[in-house]
């Protein structure tokens, strides 16, 4: 079964850096292109950023755009998601994504457990 397991969230201040990693298994991690969303408390899960199979193509909410970057390296099966210039309102679970395409949550089949990023002021 796929399996996606996120690592790399913490405590960081505002400002500072953070890279997220998004160990897959039980696919063909080639073929699929792969999402990061997040969850703030009391808010519905958000788009944050897409990345093609090949990587050649990415997609980013405006709200992270030019702050953060995904990445993918299909020979370890693993995305990333760097993260830079952390504002508070970046807090959130993130979660990794894949199995569709698209900008909402109902777009995708599998997920990850989600790794918690707290920005503070």
């Known amino acids: 079964q796929v399996q996606l397991v996120e690592s790399g969230g913490g405590l960081v201040q505002a400002g500072g850096s953070l890279r997220l990693s998004c160990a897959a298994s039980g696919l063909i991690f080639g073929n699929y292109r792969m999402g990061w969303f997040r969850q703030a408390p009391g808010k519905e899960r958000e788009f944050v950023a897409t990345i093609s199979q090949s990587g050649g193509i990415t997609n980013y909410a405006d709200s992270v755009k030019g702050r953060f970057t995904v990445s993918r390296d299909n020979a370890k099966n693993t995305v990333y998601l760097r993260m830079n210039g952390l504002k508070p309102e970046d807090t959130a679970v993130y979660y990794c994504?894949?199995?569709?395409?698209?900008?909402?949550?109902?777009?995708?089949?599998?997920w990850g457990q989600g790794t918690q990023v707290t920005v503070s002021s």
């Open positions: 994504t894949t199995g569709g395409s698209g900008t909402k949550p109902s777009d995708y089949a599998y």
